[in-house]
Antibody, heavy 125, light 106 residues
């Protein structure tokens, strides 16, 4: 059974840092793109970042570019999101999600077929 | 930037057909997908590549995409289908979600 389990959320002050983790099992982790998606209170889903299988391609939403870093460790079947300079509008539930096995800009078929349970990040003083 | 627009809410009677639209510039030239999310739960992929259903998704969920509009159709809507629905597509190297539609089954 495909499983992704998010962790690492918590309460952090504005300007602070946090690192989220995602543990994957039940599939060949190294064969898939992986992503982070968030949902702020009262808002919709917002894509945060994507990473390809060998970390050679990383893409970020404009709202987090330069502050967040996505990474992975295929040996540990794990995905990470390092978040710096956190702001109040970064508050929300963060989901780890599995992407496709193949993606290119021309075909542009990227979808999330398995999701973690979500981990809550609260940025507040 | 590329934007996807959904109606904030749609209402449907049990057993009837619900249609949720998603509009974006030349969206029909891109692949669209759909998710549902219930309160306190993770999103679930309903439709990918415009009209494909992952295993385990009931046949009453179907999708189409043409011109500037993608549509999710739910046939024989059930009370359990009440949820938030999101469309999603890709533009360049970015992933874009629609604002979401709250489906109410009256």
């Amino acid at each position: 059974e495909v499983q992704v389990v998010d962790s690492g959320g918590g309460l952090v002050q504005p300007g602070g840092s946090l690192r989220l983790s995602c543990a994957a099992s039940g599939f060949t982790f190294s064969g898939y793109w992986m992503s982070w998606v968030r949902r702020a209170p009262g808002k919709g889903l917002e894509w945060v970042a994507n990473i390809n299988q060998d970390e050679g391609e990383k893409y970020y939403a404009d709202s987090v570019k330069g502050r967040f870093t996505i990474s992975r460790d295929n040996a540990k079947n794990s995905l990470y999101l390092s978040m710096n300079s956190l702001r109040a509008d970064d508050t929300g539930v963060y989901f780890c999600a599995r992407g496709p096995t193949y993606y290119d800009i021309l075909t542009a078929s990227y979808y999330f077929d398995s999701w973690g349970q979500g981990t809550l990040v609260t940025v507040s003083s | 930037s590329f934007d996807l627009t959904q109606p904030p809410s749609v209402s449907v009677s049990p057993g009837q057909t619900a249609s949720i639209t998603c509009s974006g510039d030349k969206l029909g030239n891109k692949y669209a997908c759909w998710y549902l999310q219930k309160p306190g739960q993770s999103p679930v992929l309903l439709i990918y590549q415009d009209k494909k259903r992952p295993s385990g998704i009931p046949e009453r969920f179907s999708g189409s995409n043409s011109g500037n509009t993608a549509t999710l159709t739910i046939s024989g809507t059930q009370a359990m289908d009440e949820a938030d629905y999101f469309c999603q597509a890709c533009d360049s190297s970015s992933v874009v979600f629609g604002g979401g539609t709250k489906l109410t089954v009256l």
